[in-house]
């Protein structure tokens, strides 16, 4: 298993159009994607940046993951998602090695992708999401 791309970075906001106004206004971004992904409690913006995203996350639900976040931490970096051939085995290999995950399968994502997540503990404080196309 390798990471092939970087997929996105991932931006927790309180106010997805704002934020969207902000890299459209100062940087040129325009959204590629917008969904709402209710499995996930949120509302996500996708920026198209060469070949990779800048994914800017709102809460749609008040006890969301996002939303526990931005009460803990505040606006900003929340996760990477990396790219990967075949999400299933890239977190057999992150489970055989021992170490934590939130998904122990993986499961649909926005834009029709397979994906699952890395817990932070394991990965030096950073949530990782492996993102199959």
């Given at each position: 298993m390798a990471?092939?791309?970087?997929?996105?970075?991932?931006?927790?906001?309180?106010?997805?159009?704002?934020?969207?106004?902000?890299?459209?206004?100062?940087?040129?971004?325009e959204v590629a994607h917008r969904e709402v992904v209710a499995s996930d409690g949120v509302e996500e913006a996708l920026l198209a940046v060469a070949d990779s995203y800048v994914q800017l996350l709102t809460p749609t639900w008040d006890d969301s993951p996002v939303a526990k976040f931005l009460e803990r931490k505040g606006e900003g970096?929340?996760?990477?998602?990396?790219?990967?051939?075949?999400?299933?085995?890239?977190?057999?290999?992150?489970?055989?090695?021992g170490h934590r995950v939130i998904d122990e399968a993986p499961r649909p994502g926005s834009r029709g992708t397979t994906v699952a997540f890395v817990h932070p503990k394991t990965a030096f404080g950073t949530l990782i999401e492996l993102v199959e196309e």
């Open positions: 990471l092939t791309e970087i997929d996105h970075i991932a931006i927790a906001v309180r106010d997805l159009d704002a934020a969207i106004a902000y890299y459209r206004d100062t940087f040129g971004c970096l929340h996760h990477v998602g990396y790219r990967v051939d075949d999400c299933g085995a890239a977190l057999a290999q992150v489970k055989a090695q």
